[in-house]
């Protein structure tokens, strides 16, 4: 491997002092044509290298944005974490990573460690279990912008991109009851989860506009394990009522109630029951026999690029000057095994 001269050399080749050498390389009119000449002759004949991450030290920046997810392992969060990668590459950004695996207390200290390592921006999807943002407040005393996209906080002091999940919910609604189900069950994620109070309060919406009364019956509650899903559907199939349809958090939790109905009920998938999600997995196109009727789909990607566009517009800026912004983008409800989309509207 070829040997990089460093600024240091060049000066001690030269004879000159590195403040003659950086001026010349940066054409600054203080250094004559002929010196500036020899000087830039010389970088090349022994393959100088400017450091870059010395030059970004010094005008306050890293080119570095950090991202926090729950899971990188859940298609939703890679799809993001892949939009958000993009967008970055494109303007010279690195990105690094870290997982909170939905635990508050992990985030925080992601947070304190992306904090060290001066990164210029902070993309996050909250944990389950976050229930106040101060660790992310605290970033702006550092002039270091903080995006939430998907698992937002419901405040709006913050700068945000997130999905529709309340029309969503509703469009899920029109979904079911145009299918002629009217025992509906709702398979919530954690009450503190501002994406758990806009579903339900989309699907009750929903169904209030149509004068039905909720079974509040129906409600089960899922820490999103396995084992909390599972808990949830033997209370919700225990009820007078049955339902005949269920919407569950998302795509992974369906997946386990369903497997919940398969092992320990007689009911059919699809048939005596039926269940809607959110996110549209892409794995979904390949269980034909067992996947939910319709999923929102979210748009991961187009939430990550967005998120990270919402950075460049705010990285030259004092963030005490910039007024918070929330981004929404809209959702489509996708039907299994019919090439039709609704939009939500």
């Known amino acids: 491997m070829a040997h990089t001269t460093t600024i240091k050399e060049l000066a001690r080749l030269l004879h000159v002092s590195i403040s003659t050498v950086s001026r010349a390389l940066n054409d600054h009119p203080s250094i004559g044509t002929a010196t500036k000449e020899r000087i830039k002759k010389l970088a090349v004949d022994t393959n100088y290298q400017p450091n870059i991450a010395a030059i970004q030290f010094k005008k306050g920046r890293t080119m570095t944005i950090g991202v926090i997810v729950p899971e990188l392992s859940e298609t939703f969060f890679s799809t993001a974490v892949s939009g958000i990668e993009d967008v970055a590459m494109q303007n010279g950004y690195n990105v690094i990573f870290g997982q909170s695996h939905n635990d508050g207390e992990k985030e925080r200290q992601i947070v304190e460690s992306f904090k060290k390592n ?23 005393h550092f002039n270091i912008p903080v995006i939430f996209f998907d698992r937002v906080p419901n405040q709006k002091d913050v700068f945000s991109v997130s999905c529709d999940l309340y029309k969503a919910s509703m469009n899920i609604a029109d979904f079911l009851w145009s299918e002629g189900h009217r025992d509906i069950a709702l398979l919530k994620g954690p009450n503190c989860m501002t994406s758990t109070t806009e579903r339900m309060r989309g699907f009750m919406d929903g169904l209030i506009k149509r004068k039905v009364k909720t079974d509040a019956s129906l409600f089960g509650i899922t820490d999103l394990s396995k084992e909390g899903t599972y808990d949830a559907m033997k209370d919700i199939l225990s009820q007078k009522n049955r339902p005949t349809a269920v919407i569950a958090f998302n795509d992974y939790v369906a997946l386990d109630a369903m497997e919940y109905v398969h092992e320990y009920t007689s009911l059919k998938i699809n048939k005596d029951i039926i269940f809607v999600s959110y996110a549209n997995n892409p794995v979904l196109g390949y269980l034909r026999h067992f996947s939910p009727a319709a999923s929102v789909e979210q748009f991961p990607y187009r939430q990550g690029q967005l998120a990270m566009e919402m950075f460049l517009e705010l990285k030259d800026k004092d963030l005490n000057e910039c007024s918070p912004k929330q981004v929404v983008v809209d959702a489509e409800l996708i039907l299994a095994n019919k090439a039709k989309h609704i939009a939500v509207a």
Not at 123 to 133: D, E, F, G, P, Q
Request: hydrophobic share 35%; aromatic share 4%.
């Open 118 to 140: 001066r990164i210029d921006c902070l993309l996050v999807s909250l944990s389950k279990t976050t229930r106040n943002i101060n660790h992310f407040k605290e970033l702006s």
